[in-house]
């Protein structure tokens, strides 16, 4: 009997109030709560409102953006192209479809009845509510000048201006020259979308009202050296530069100036500022300031309304960045599930995202009366620090350069900690003010305050990161899925990683507590080649792209190794990048000090013979080598080769039959071997045979890095067996299989992997241990660092333990081979590559001066 | 008649993020780079460490990286990045109808000064 009271109480709301299809909500006697705004903080609320109580309130959210609710701030990596548009999205469909939430997309409210409870939308769709959230954010100011509304006049805000931008970048110029693009502010959101223009290959100015940029984030001394290094990057930067109009005729061709510069630009960006977006609201009669005005319970001047985000002002403060809206939504979700916190306000902290380039800032730097300044200058470091103090509180920060210890500053300022006691060693940064000298980092990271900020970009506490650790999520993408820290421009993943080995300490087993591969990639080695072979990853752009690369075509440490990974998962397939090849390999021969090239002819287990003899002799006469010489791998070098004359040269050793040594490559180098039983007293089996069948079995292979073979006809060891990559040391019951030697740096005495009868037994475990190495191996880390790492026992269950494992390393290995054992000198030596061996033009400047 | 601009040779000559050599008799040898957004830059051929011949280095971004000790040089300002101090001139070069042109006076200069 209740029951059907209540529903028909409801029905008959419903029918008054509704008017919206959805049989199945007539029957949800669930409160109605319409949110306005699909962005950030519209969507947060209504997380943290799920998080809180996911039954309590029917969701229905209006958007005027056509799209599922993403992540704003990233709109810079998108348009930079470090980042997709799927990598930014914060909830997809299905997560709506999961809460039972409804999306109107690509419609915007237009009017607020409050007296009828309803809102109405700009297609005509009228609805209901109990409770109101408008979160419409801000309006991009555009300053009023005569063009202003000219096609290619556009703002930075949504993902429209996005694919309206790169619409203008792919567009070019006239005459296939880059196009021109003028962005207005440089301010955080200006040298943004500056910073992607140019990656996209637009030539780009920076028109800035005020003397120096980012001027109420940064002080003047960083805001130099913030334009310096943007000019670095080929971008003009124009500072007191007014603007006075827009020219064209009917579309955008330039900017002018008032001191009347006229700049060429196909495209005009206005980043000076935002405004929040309070139209509506204002229509609807409630009580509204810079923003709709609400008080610490995100509640307007109605009761049933309430506001997040932008579009708000409270307590005489509005914002624009993430992490005090993360807070509203906390203090909102809180007010609308009767557990009343409150919002007090929010102290900012700002980063500014372009890769390469660390600055930050937080509270106020402007020093005034009683603030004192500690400043530290490491002019060859490109370091700039700047803590600003008032009766021993830190009160603002500003760095430059090297940004680590921002949240470090951040907390202090936001705890209002006195510093004093630490006053002296405050500006060297958190490590050494702790204590310590050079302390642990992750003694830094446990000193931070639960309520300190991890991840920026999702406004995740130090403790919720803990808090979801504890709670299970024992891995980085365990704790990326569940508190969504480090799931975005992946800056705190170093962070992330400490709290993760702090909070489990031996349990962590560090899967990425490994360095980053290098600096323009989170990713480690290992988690680089995961994803290679997993998302079947065939080119090295791909790779960046997918992996989010911090810069536009990597360095000269990943690109190697993104081609040797592609190159050990792709034989025969993958297409050798040669632009991402040290010069060594690139040209097939040593680089000298003085810019020329030695020749090591390859000679099987250091045989050789009159007929080779008498081809280096002829070569070295031919091209006037100044030296040839016998190397500590048993082979002969040629020194003080022209890059030109390499393929002649290679042509004369080819015509004896002698083929690239590679004594250049991360790959096999040398057998060596000694004369053993065909000629010594003492030799067991024949290591010279062995030796030469290794080499014609493993040459022309890339590895991770340099890879050496030595067999020895008896334990005396002639051959050095026990310093090479993998070593054999013949007995008279067979041969004994050694691995991970280095005689280099750090000598490395080798492990005993195995003893086996035959000598095809022999070859079959070098075979299946090399592809194990090529496999699993980092980058430019030898066996021997890499035995070290990864244990001999591992080396033992895949190789002696697992026959079947076994067979398929030395088969992977025979495959792959099919494809490398072509001589890279012939090919060049018929033509091939030929512009890597000749001048591009020549010049005689001087005699044709004369001429003239 | 000689103009300002020297026709080097068809920008589709240089491979790009790679380099290619242009000596000067009587002066040094300048290294042309093609980036991966297709810009085109010019330095003197001598790394400002120990003379390395950036041509040969791996180029990525706006930088090359020399092939001896890896220093890593602008190819805008010529300037080695990073801790590292030291200069390469530079030499203003365009791509004008598909050649690569490279300053004349420039170029001049760097055979002056050897
Ligand atoms: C030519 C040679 C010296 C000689 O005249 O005898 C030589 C020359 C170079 N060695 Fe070596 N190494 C030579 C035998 C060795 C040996 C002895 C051996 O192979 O039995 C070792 C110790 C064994 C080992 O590798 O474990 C050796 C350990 C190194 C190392 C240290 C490697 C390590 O892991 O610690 C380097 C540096 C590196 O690779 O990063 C190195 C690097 C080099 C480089 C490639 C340095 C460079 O990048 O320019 C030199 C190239 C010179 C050139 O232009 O040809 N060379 N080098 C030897 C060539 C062997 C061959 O025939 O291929
Ligand atoms: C390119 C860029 C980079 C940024 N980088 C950073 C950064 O690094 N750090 C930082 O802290 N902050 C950054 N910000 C600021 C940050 O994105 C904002 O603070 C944040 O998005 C504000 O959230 P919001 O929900 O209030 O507004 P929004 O995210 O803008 O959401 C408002 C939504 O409401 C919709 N809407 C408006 N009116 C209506 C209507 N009448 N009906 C229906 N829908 C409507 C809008 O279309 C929009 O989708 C950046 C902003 C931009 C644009
Ligand atoms: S390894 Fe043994 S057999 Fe061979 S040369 Fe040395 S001592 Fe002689
Ligand atoms: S010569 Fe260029 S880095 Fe040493």
Redesign the pocket.
């Known amino acids: 009997m209740a029951a059907f009271f209540v529903f028909g109480v409801f029905d008959m709301n419903m029918a008054v109030r509704l008017g919206t299809d959805g049989a199945g909500e007539a029957l949800d006697a669930r409160e109605h709560l319409v949110v306005i705004g699909n962005g950030m903080a519209g969507c947060r609320a209504v997380e943290e409102l799920l998080a809180r109580d996911p039954a309590r309130y029917r969701v229905t959210i209006f958007g005027a953006e056509a799209l599922v609710n993403y992540n704003r701030i990233m709109l810079s990596p998108v348009l930079a192209g470090e980042k997709t548009f799927d990598q930014i999205i914060i909830n997809d469909h299905a997560w709506y479809e999961g809460n039972g939430i409804r999306l109107v997309t690509g419609d915007s409210v237009v009017a607020i009845d409050r007296d009828a409870k309803t809102v109405r939308s700009d297609s005509g769709v009228e609805m209901a509510y109990d409770k109101l959230l408008i979160a419409t954010g801000s309006d991009p100011f555009i300053i009023p000048v005569p063009g202003k509304d000219l096609p290619g006049v556009i703002s930075f805000r949504d993902m429209k201006d996005v694919e309206h931008m790169l619409a203008a970048a792919g567009a070019g110029g006239p005459d296939g020259e880059p196009g021109r693009a003028v962005v207005i502010g440089g301010g955080l959101l200006g040298l943004e979308a500056a910073h992607g223009l140019s990656l996209r290959g637009m030539k780009v100015t920076v028109l800035h009202i005020m003397p120096t940029l980012m001027e109420r984030q940064l002080d003047e001394a960083a805001g130099w050296l913030l334009k310096s290094a943007l000019e670095a990057r080929g971008q003009t930067i124009l500072t007191g530069a007014d603007t006075a109009e827009i020219v064209g005729d009917g579309k955008v061709e330039g900017v002018r100036l008032k001191d009347g510069r006229l700049i060429p630009a196909s495209l005009v960006v206005m980043a000076v500022g935002i405004r929040p977006s309070t139209a509506l609201a204002r229509g609807a009669g409630l009580d509204v300031g810079r923003g709709i005005k609400v008080d610490d319970h995100m509640v307007t001047s109605d009761p049933d309304v309430l506001a997040v985000g932008e579009c708000v002002e409270h307590d005489g403060q509005v914002y624009g960045l993430v992490a005090p809206l993360w807070e509203m939504c906390r203090a909102l979700a809180d007010g609308l599930t009767e557990q009343h916190t409150g919002y007090r306000g929010s102290v900012t902290s700002t980063k500014l995202k372009v890769s390469g380039i660390d600055v930050f800032s937080a509270g106020d730097f402007s020093g005034g009366k009683g603030a004192e300044d500690i400043v530290l200058r490491d002019a060859s470091r490109g370091v700039y620090k700047r803590v600003v103090i008032k009766e021993d509180r830190v009160v603002g920060a500003v760095l430059y350069g090297d940004t680590a210890d921002g949240n470090w500053y951040f907390d202090l300022l936001k705890k209002g900690e006195d510093i004093a006691p630490i006053r002296d060693l405050l500006i060297f940064g958190q490590a050494y003010a702790s204590g310590g000298g050079q302390a642990d980092p992750k003694a830094a990271v446990a000193a931070l305050s639960d309520d300190a900020e991890i991840c920026g970009c999702n406004g995740v506490s130090k403790g919720k990161v803990v808090q979801s650790i504890v709670d299970g999520a024992a891995s980085l993408d365990a704790v990326r899925s569940t508190c969504k820290a480090s799931a975005s421009c992946g800056s705190c993943t170093g962070l992330v990683e400490q709290l993760l080995s702090l909070t489990m300490g031996e349990d962590y087993g560090g899967e990425r507590t490994t360095k980053t591969l290098c600096k323009c990639t989170s990713f480690g080695h290992d988690d680089v080649r995961r994803e290679i072979v997993a998302q079947g990853m065939r080119a090295i752009p791909e790779v960046m792209h997918k992996l989010h690369w911090s810069t536009p075509d990597g360095c000269s440490a990943c690109r190697p190794a993104l081609n040797y990974y592609l190159l050990c998962a792709l034989p025969g397939d993958y297409v050798d990048d040669q632009q991402s090849r040290f010069v060594n390999e690139r040209m097939h021969a040593?680089i000298?000090k003085d810019g020329t090239y030695?020749v090591?002819p390859r000679m099987w287990g250091g045989l050789t013979n009159p007929r080779e003899l008498r081809a280096i002799a002829d070569v070295v006469d031919k091209f006037n080598a100044p030296m040839v010489?016998v190397?500590?791998?048993?082979?002969l070098?040629i020194f003080g080769i022209r890059k030109e004359d390499l393929p002649a040269v290679w042509a004369d050793l080819n015509a004896a039959g002698m083929v690239s040594?590679h004594?250049y490559g991360k790959s096999l180098?040398?057998v060596?071997t000694c004369v053993g039983s065909e000629w010594c007293r003492f030799g067991t089996q024949d290591s010279t045979g062995l030796g030469v069948k290794m080499e014609q079995m493993t040459w022309g292979s890339w590895m991770p890095h340099?890879f050496?073979i030595a067999v020895s006809g008896c334990p005396r060891n002639c051959a050095?067996s026990t310093?090479?990559d993998f070593g054999v040391i013949c007995v008279d019951s067979g041969y004994e299989l050694h691995v991970g030697g280095?005689?280099?740096?750090?000598v490395r005495v080798t492990d005993l992997l195995c003893k086996v009868a035959t000598e095809a037994e022999a070859m079959h475990y070098c075979a299946a241990f090399v592809q194990l190495y090529r496999e699993e191996a980092r980058y430019l880390e030898?066996t021997a660092p890499w035995i070290e790492r990864v244990g001999l026992d591992h080396i033992k269950s895949r190789i002696l333990d697992d026959p079947e494992g076994r067979d398929a390393l030395t088969e992977r290995f025979r495959h792959s081979q099919l494809f490398s054992q072509d001589d890279p000198w012939a090919a060049r030596a018929k033509g091939a590559e030929a512009d890597h061996h000749t001048h591009m033009g020549e010049f005689r400047p001087l005699a044709l001066e004369a001429a003239e | 008649m000689i103009g300002d601009w020297l026709d080097i040779g068809a920008f589709d000559e240089i491979p790009p993020r790679g380099g290619r050599t242009v000596p000067v008799i009587g002066g040094e040898e300048i290294a042309v780079f093609r980036t991966g957004d297709d810009q085109v830059f010019a330095l003197v051929n001598r790394c400002p460490h120990k003379r390395g011949p950036l041509s040969q280095g791996i180029v990525h971004g706006h930088a090359v990286t020399c092939p001896l000790h890896n220093w890593n040089i602008s190819l805008a300002t010529g300037e080695a990045l990073g801790a590292d101090k030291g200069c390469t001139p530079t030499i203003p070069v365009r791509v004008d109808a598909g050649r690569v042109l490279l300053s004349r006076m420039a170029v001049l200069a760097t055979a002056m000064a050897a």
Do not use: F, L, P, Y
């Not at chain 1, 190397?631 to 082979?635: F, I, K, P």
């Open positions: 040593n000298q030695s090591v010489k190397t500590g791998g048993q082979r070098d040594g004594a180098r040398t060596k340099k050496k050095e310093i090479k280095n005689g280099g740096m750090k030898r």
